[in-house]
């Protein structure tokens, strides 16, 4: 299928391109900003168009398109709610689902399929009541902006699937990552009693419910995108201090919230069991039904005050022909912003192979400093991992993945890193750690993307 994509920037967004184009699908994305910048952000290869919400969808997006995917929004749990941003939130969700349907119905015809990303904010605070997709509205501001938002979408004459999503839960990006450093040094406590239900779903089932719903006709009208087993807030809380092997901090009272983040605060402590009746009918497997089993999939090497680093990157050569470039240890300076002064010293072997050991020199904000890594894993064209010997971090284990894709490869990296002295060297330079290595990894994108990367 063509499919066109919103949303294609964030953290499910790229998620669910990348497993459309896995499964041999076309891609064409409408987003805001620089179609070069967005190109680059984008784990797959795709056709852009610039657009906002506040303008007509270019209808040359949807030539043979044959279905959609509309994810963007304005974040709800980013920031206070002020009327501009209460405004935002609405605006980006009716609207732009009000111009993606006025363009479908003058384009023609081609489109089959419409997949939206709702929320479970829908059904609004429901207490101990099971909310099903059966269920009735809220009456609070969400639920009124997901009843409107749903209903923009009555025009259309073709499949339509509201995909209404509780709490995604990745490490990189949304709620539980926001939680972690919070709950790294044992301050994450339980919300108000503790007894809310808290609707949640692993990333990777998010992903899954909206590409099945996406190809299997037999997916119409609402699903509901939550794990299988209703949790309560207390539960939530006890399973991520079990998970990361924390103490668990104080309790944080509803009237600190509210304080804290004013009518936002009613979305924190709002309480919603929801269940995802439909999506079990129709026989989707849920690959985590445990919210155990699920903060172990995320979080199994993020304890000890071990931090994740995560890039993707598409480039239109197959991996035999971009791997080469990574065999040679004189490339890296190419890739390493100048601020380093990063030079290469020698390695133990002629040609790099598992257990090479290389020899770095650099600066660190005016620090000189040596480093050393070795190879622990050598896969030509799918794989090589190196771990820090000698240098600035307590551990620095950086894996790198070349999986073909879409008639070119998918370029994975994700560094695992401590800092030394523990709470010290958080509390003391976390931050600025954390701001360096994504300044790095943005210079070796743009890079690699000026060497590899024209399409």
């Not at 994509?5 to 076309?26: D, K």
Request: aromatic fraction near 10%.
């Amino acid at each position: 299928m063509r499919v066109l994509l919103t949303g294609a920037t964030g953290l499910i967004g790229q998620s669910v391109g990348r497993e459309l184009a896995r499964r041999g699908h076309q891609l064409v994305v409408l987003a805001r900003g620089q179609i070069e910048n967005v190109r680059r952000t984008l784990p797959f290869p795709a056709e852009i168009f610039n657009w906002s919400h506040e303008e007509a969808v270019p209808l040359e997006a949807l030539h043979q398109v044959d279905a959609v995917v509309h994810l963007a929004g304005e974040p709800v749990a980013e920031g206070n709610w002020t009327d501009a941003k209460k405004q935002r939130i609405r605006d980006t969700r009716i609207l732009g689902t009000r111009a993606l349907v006025n363009a479908i119905s003058q384009s023609g015809g081609s489109v089959k399929c419409f997949v939206l990303g709702s929320a479970v904010g829908y059904y609004g605070d429901a207490g101990e009541a099971e909310c099903h997709e059966g269920s009735p509205s809220g009456e609070d501001f969400l639920a009124q902006v997901c009843r409107d938002w749903e209903a923009e979408l009555a025009p259309l004459r073709c499949r339509k699937v509201a995909v209404r999503t509780g709490v995604v839960l990745s490490s990189r990006g949304g709620a539980l990552a926001k939680m972690l450093p919070i709950y790294r040094e044992g301050l994450g406590g339980r919300l108000g009693d503790g007894q809310s239900f808290f609707p949640w779903i692993h990333w990777r089932d998010e992903v899954g419910l909206l590409v099945w719903s996406l190809e299997n006709a037999s997916v119409d009208g609402v699903i509901n995108a939550v794990a299988p087993t209703p949790t309560r807030q207390i539960e939530f809380h006890n399973e991520l201090c079990r998970a990361l092997d924390v103490r668990s901090g104080p309790p944080v009272p509803r009237f600190a919230l509210k304080m804290a983040w004013g009518e936002m605060a009613s979305v924190i402590l709002a309480s919603q069991r929801v269940v995802p009746r439909r999506a079990q009918e129709l026989g989707y497997q849920f690959q985590f039904s445990s919210l155990s089993a699920a903060l172990q999939d995320l979080l199994h090497d993020l304890r000890g005050r071990t931090y994740e680093m995560f890039a993707e990157q598409w480039l239109p050569q197959a991996p035999e022909e971009i791997f080469p470039f990574f065999c040679d240890e004189k490339n890296l300076e190419t890739l390493t912003p100048p601020f380093l002064n990063f030079s290469v010293i020698g390695k133990s072997t002629p040609e790099i192979g598992q257990g090479t050991l290389i020899d770095y020199r650099l600066s660190l904000h005016g620090l000189p400093l040596k480093w050393r890594t070795r190879i622990e894993e050598w896969a030509p064209g799918v794989k090589f991992v190196d771990t820090q010997l000698r240098g600035p971090y307590s551990l620095w284990h950086h894996t790198h993945e070349f999986e073909p894709l879409a008639g070119g490869t998918l370029m994975r990296d994700r560094v695992l890193y401590r800092l030394p002295l523990g709470f010290m060297g958080d509390w003391g330079g976390g931050w600025k750690v954390a701001r360096d290595v994504r300044q790095i990894f943005a210079y070796r994108r743009k890079k690699v993307d000026e060497l590899m990367g024209s399409r």
